[in-house]
């Protein structure tokens, strides 16, 4: 009798191994999808450095000045344009909080990517999260990672503007 309870307690913790494992599978696969996105979103941007240049003949002069002027104003339009695509892909404007901490895997205004939707979430539901997953009460170690070294404040403060994503949304029509 003795033999068949040990046999089953060695079967289940053989089964909770199991399982233990496997999420820790499905952990690992979500930090690769990570960094997948990562390395899909990089972007590289060339500056050409250019050394001054002497004008010997005064003749010269005005159309050097014009095409020195006419590649700034290409760089600078690249430039702009760079910060347009990367800073104006959102419908709202968020907090700098938000898109270091939360943009890249929920999206910049929380419609979700690799991590879940977060518009139409109350402040109060976030913040229970957002504390579960700095307690460790719920396993996510990005999340973990992301959130221990933030304070009370910052939670709630990061909270609150989630909570008002849905509202922000409607208000432009989307």
Partial sequence: MIRHIIAAIATLLALWAMYYMYQLDVEANRFGEIQKLLERTKMEVKVEKKEPTQVVQA???????????????????????????????????????YKQKCSSCHGVNGEGIIGPRLIGKSSDYVLKALEDFKS??????????????????????????????????KAQGN
Avoid: C, H, W
């Avoid at 990367?86 to 709202?92: D, Q």
């Avoid at 009370?152 to 949304?169: C, N, P, R, W």
């Fill in 59 to 97: 003749a010269s002069a005005p159309s050097a000045d014009k095409e020195a002027k006419k590649k700034e104003d290409e760089l600078q339009k690249k430039l702009k344009a760079l910060r347009e695509r990367a800073g104006n892909a959102m419908a709202f404007k968020v907090s700098p909080l």
């Fill in 136 to 169: 460790g009460k719920r396993k996510n170690y990005v999340m973990y990672g992301l959130l221990s070294k933030m304070d009370e404040s910052q939670l709630k403060a990061l909270a609150d503007e989630i909570g008002t994503f849905e509202a922000k949304l």
